[in-house]
């Protein structure tokens, strides 16, 4: 009998990098921006979002790269120093409490499908979309989609954040 691992792992393609969610993440992003497309060199972008915390990392260092984004306020790409894969980001308007962990670099991807579709006005056409999983021409609000547990963990991520003055 095994035991289902609330746990996923992952690391880099030269597996100098090792790391580990801890926890299931908050929501899952299939993002079909342009901006994932490049970053990818494919047709979407599959993010785990997760709080920073409970990313540990297991072996090695990652290598932060600023990188443009298209909200304009930038993410932090963090990389294996060796190999350049990404394993996850930080983007400029969520903070560094949140992480968007690269799905497609866990040992077992096909465990976290994405729970929305973003961004589908550029969706390349071939992608065909499950009539089940929400899908989204641009962004959506998470207190309307996002499950409960999911939102008080979020709640609990910005009472911790330094408000602005
Ligand atoms: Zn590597
Ligand atoms: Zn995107």
Not at 3 to 24: A, I, P
Not at 115 to 128: E, G, L, R
């Amino acid at each position: 009998m095994t035991t289902e691992t609330l746990f996923h792992e992952g690391g880099c393609t030269c597996r100098q990098l090792r790391y580990r969610m801890t926890s299931k993440p908050l929501f899952v992003h299939c993002c079909h921006c342009r901006w994932c497309q490049r970053e990818t060199g494919a047709s979407f972008a599959l993010n785990a979002m997760i709080e920073a915390d409970r990313v540990q990392l297991l072996q090695g260092e990652v290598e932060v790269v600023d990188t443009p984004s298209n909200s304009g306020k930038g993410q932090r790409i963090a990389r294996c120093p060796r190999c350049r894969i990404a394993v996850w980001s930080n983007y400029g308007g969520a903070g560094d409490a949140l992480r968007f962990v690269r799905v497609g670099t866990l040992d077992e991807p096909d465990r976290l499908p994405p729970d929305i579709h973003i961004f589908t006005a550029s969706k390349q056409p071939w992608v065909v979309l499950q009539p089940d999983t929400p899908a989204v021409a641009e962004y959506y609000k998470s207190g309307e989609l996002w499950p409960r547990e999911s939102l008080e963990r979020r709640a609990v991520l910005l009472a911790a954040k330094p408000r602005p003055k």
